[in-house]
């Protein structure tokens, strides 16, 4: 049977959570006092928010954590039955630990309808005494406000590429295997401090057994940071045919759909040094192709039409 490296290598104490220092240092001092509020973990997915919850009730309540911990995905019940039915039951259960309370875990709680965040609010009132909330989701501006002002907003970054690289060393040599300092690269460029993506992509390409970057490029759909810079120059140095042949390769050949090259192209720009007036057009036209191809404008036109401003915007500054 083959693990999933996600599961396998999810972190069993706080000290194991990558990137996050500041968040589990104020998490281990609840732990040590055996004290807890109600929590919002805010931040993009694949920063340890899940694994952050779990690992902080495994310390709290040791062995018998699962008795004293519920977790719910609110993606998939967003209504105000879960709250009147699975979260209520669950609160209205004595605790079984000395600590004198459990945690009741909501992931992805910013796709609670606003009616289901309010009974939520007054279910909180209610049981306060005897159970915590931690809330995960990506924006906290979409916790009604009397949710928010009851916890402490803790916000996750996304994993920086040196720490994620540490991580992964360590994966590797548990896996008994090696990959090349441009394979690296590749993983921590196309994960963008998504560290569940960088694992899935790095059990991956092991399966494989090509752990070369093209090969992980090629997996993850993505085409390769200095394909995105090569576009870009030959867009602002008014190359207009040759960077329309690249834009058609990387379309047809490789597979990449209108929005995969704008953002490939953004993440090179905020990278280069560009005199700062001519980035600021740059993204500016960036943005409304994306704009444009998000409303039902034509992919291929778009592109065009963005590869033309950038030679236009070249111009200027030459």
Not at 292 to 297: D, K, L, P, Y
Request: aromatic share 6%; glycine share 6%; net charge negative.
């Amino acid at each position: 049977m083959i693990d999933i490296w996600i599961e396998k290598y999810r972190p069993k104490k706080l000290s194991e959570i990558v990137g996050q220092e500041d968040n589990i240092r104020k998490l281990q001092s609840f732990v040590n006092h055996k004290e807890l509020p109600h929590l919002i973990f805010s931040g993009p997915a694949g920063t340890g928010k899940t694994s952050t919850a779990l690992v902080l009730a495994i310390e709290l309540f040791g062995e018998n954590w699962k008795e004293n911990f519920l977790e719910l995905n609110a993606s998939n019940e967003r209504g105000i039955d879960i709250i009147r039915e699975n979260v209520k039951d669950f609160a209205r259960i004595m605790p079984s630990n000395p600590l004198g309370f459990k945690i009741i875990f909501l992931d992805e709680a910013d796709q609670l309808t606003p009616e289901a965040q309010a009974a939520l609010r007054r279910t909180m009132e209610m049981y306060s005494s005897t159970t915590r909330f931690v809330f995960s989701c990506n924006y906290s501006s979409q916790i009604i406000l009397p949710i928010q002002s009851r916890t402490v907003v803790m916000r996750f970054k996304p994993i920086k590429p040196e720490e994620m690289k540490k991580r992964i060393r360590i994966i590797t040599k548990a896996e008994n295997f090696e990959i090349n300092d441009d394979a690296m690269e590749a993983i921590t460029d196309i994960a963008e401090g998504d560290m569940r993506k960088a694992l899935n992509i790095l059990q991956t390409i092991k399966s494989s057994g090509d752990l070369t970057a093209s090969k992980i490029y090629e997996i993850s759909g993505m085409a390769n940071s200095s394909q995105f810079k090569s576009l870009l120059s030959k867009a602002i140095g008014g190359l207009f045919e040759d960077a329309r042949d690249m834009l058609d390769g990387l379309m047809i050949e490789q597979g990449l759909s209108g929005m995969d090259i704008i953002r490939g192209v953004h993440s090179v720009v905020r990278k280069e040094l560009i005199p700062p007036k001519q980035k600021l057009q740059v993204i500016m036209a960036l943005g409304e192709a994306e704009f444009r191809i998000v409303e039902g404008s034509t992919d291929l036109i778009q592109l065009d039409a963005m590869i033309a401003k950038l030679a236009y915007i070249g111009q200027e500054f030459n």
